[in-house]
């Protein structure tokens, strides 16, 4: 059984839970980056009007090969209330048929249920089973209550079970 967590996190905090997820479950990690410009006030509204009508965008890597993955974690910011674009560009590229997949988002506030919500409506339609999801709030948290947190949410949901 070989996992895969892949991530998209434009500042940070996505990251810190996707790589204490990968440290804690010892799996294998991946970074997904959005190759359009998304810092500044202006670009902001624009990743927010991106996400919500699911606009597609460059990512690097542009597609990932999971043949050698049974499980696999992806974790994405809510924008808007919505995953980012460089979230649903990914799923829309990947071959996730007969893979299991746990979703999870951070959010400052609301919409964190309905981006795990989405992403997983889109990870079924190309043939995953969706073992888990959460969501977790990242308001005003320096990384060591991130990580904490985490681990905390790899103890409810008995994530360790699952992994390897
Ligand atoms: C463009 C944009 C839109 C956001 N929209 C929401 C939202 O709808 N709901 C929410 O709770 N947080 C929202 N946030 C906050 C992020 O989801 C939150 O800070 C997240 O943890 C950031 O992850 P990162 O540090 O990995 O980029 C938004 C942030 C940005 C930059």
Redesign the pocket.
């Known amino acids: 059984m070989k996992t895969l967590i892949i991530y998209y ?7 810190v839970v996707a790589r204490t997820l990968a440290k804690e479950l010892r799996t294998d990690i991946l970074e997904v980056i959005d190759l359009k410009k998304r810092s500044g006030f202006k670009n ?1 509204l624009t ?2 009007i991106d ?1 919500i009508k699911e606009t597609k965008t460059e990512i690097a890597p542009s597609k990932v090969d999971l043949t050698e993955y049974d499980s696999i974690y992806i974790g994405t ?5 919505k995953p980012t674009p460089a979230i649903i560009t990914l799923i829309d590229r990947c071959d996730l048929k007969g893979k299991d997949l746990y979703l999870f988002a ?7 249920q309905a981006t795990v919500d989405r992403m997983a409506e889109k990870v079924k339609v190309r043939g995953a089973r969706v073992i888990e999801t959460f969501t977790l709030n ?2 005003d948290k320096d990384i060591e209550t991130l990580i904490n947190d985490t681990e905390a949410i790899i103890e409810i949901l008995d994530l360790k079970m699952y992994s390897g």
């Open positions: 996190s434009q500042h940070g905090s996505t990251e902001k990743s927010c996400s910011p809510t924008w808007a209330g951070t959010m400052t506030g609301r919409g964190g990242t308001k």
